[in-house]
């Protein structure tokens, strides 16, 4: 488990190479990497282009099918709701969570899409998979940007 999430982070460290939030996704069938994303929302200026859509996007194509039911996603934060929908929507079967988000998480911590039973697929979570690490890379990022901003967040 931690061997793909260290692949995840590998993702977030080139989000953050390149002044992304540091985020990143691999999507796993049978043992295999076959999706990787990192954020890159700003570079692409694509509200879209988070680390779990680029990832889920490359493993469709890998797997030349949009269904992904036998395929996990490991992410370095927990994903928002765009990205929890689009993993339902894949049916994807499970997603292992590094660092929670309260403010925008949408696999437990602000809602709970995966585990919505109203909805005609239910994502398995698994959540503090390497948190330590995956919440340092984005507290020493908004750390360094809060430092090149002169102690603020714009």
Request: proline share 3%; net charge negative.
């Amino acid at each position: 488990m931690d061997e793909y999430m260290k692949e995840a982070l590998a993702e977030a460290e080139k989000a953050a190479a390149a002044g992304e939030i540091p985020i990143g996704a691999v999507i796993v069938k049978d043992g295999e990497i076959i999706g990787r994303g990192h954020n890159l929302t700003e570079s692409a200026k694509d509200p879209t282009a988070h680390a779990e859509m680029l990832a889920m996007r490359q493993a469709a194509k890998s797997a030349d099918r949009w269904r992904l039911t036998d395929c996990d996603m490991y992410v370095t934060l927990e994903p928002c709701a765009m990205c929890a929908g689009a993993m339902v929507l894949a049916r994807l079967r499970k997603v292992y969570i590094g660092a929670m988000d309260p403010k925008a998480g949408a696999c437990g911590s602000v809602l709970d899409i995966p585990g919505c039973t109203r909805l005609n697929h239910n994502v398995e979570t698994a959540t503090g998979i390497m948190e330590a690490e995956c919440s340092r890379i984005l507290k020493d990022f908004f750390a360094g940007l809060r430092k090149r901003n002169g102690g603020t967040d714009k």
